[in-house]
Nanobody, 116 residues
Framework: VQLVESGGGLVQAGDSLRLSCVAS????????MGWYRQAPGKQRELVAD???????WYADSVKGRFTISRDNAKNTMYLQMNNLKPEDTAVYYC???????????WGQGTQVTVSS
C-alpha cells in the first residue's frame, strides 16, 4: 500500500493550505482515514479523521480551522487548513484511523511550516 501526501509549504500565520493524500489501496473507501501530524520533538498525533460515509472528527486544536474531506472514487483525502498558526508547523501524514485496523505503511509526509 502506498500513501502519498502533498500540498505542504511555507506560509505565514493566517494563511491557508490544502493537503492531499492519495492511497493505492481500494479498501480506502470503506475505512476511517485520518490526518496525523508530527512536530519536531513531539509524538505523532491525529488531528482529524473521516469515515467512508463522510462523518468527521477534529482535535480541539484544529476545530473550526481545518476541514477534512474525501473523494472515494479517487482514493483521495484532503485537509483544508485555514487560519494557520505557528503551532501547526509539523510534517503531516495520512493513514488509517480505525482502532481495529493496523496503520498502513507511512508515506513520506508533507511539511507544513507556518511563520509568525
Amino acid at each position: 500500500v502506498q500513501l502519498v501526501e502533498s500540498g505542504g509549504g511555507l506560509v505565514q500565520a493566517g494563511d491557508s493550505l490544502r493537503l492531499s493524500c492519495v492511497a493505492s489501496r481500494s479498501t480506502f473507501s470503506v475505512l476511517v482515514m485520518g490526518w496525523y501530524r508530527q512536530a519536531p520533538g513531539k509524538q505523532r498525533e491525529l488531528v482529524a479523521d473521516i469515515s467512508g460515509g463522510g462523518t468527521s472528527w477534529y482535535a480541539d486544536s484544529v476545530k473550526g480551522r481545518f476541514t477534512i474531506s474525501r473523494d472515494n472514487a479517487k482514493n483521495t483525502m484532503y485537509l483544508q487548513m485555514n487560519n494557520l498558526k505557528p503551532e501547526d508547523t509539523a510534517v503531516y501524514y495520512c493513514n488509517v484511523a480505525e482502532a481495529s485496523t493496523s496503520p498502513w505503511s507511512w508515506g513520506q509526509g508533507t511539511q507544513v511550516t507556518v511563520s509568525s
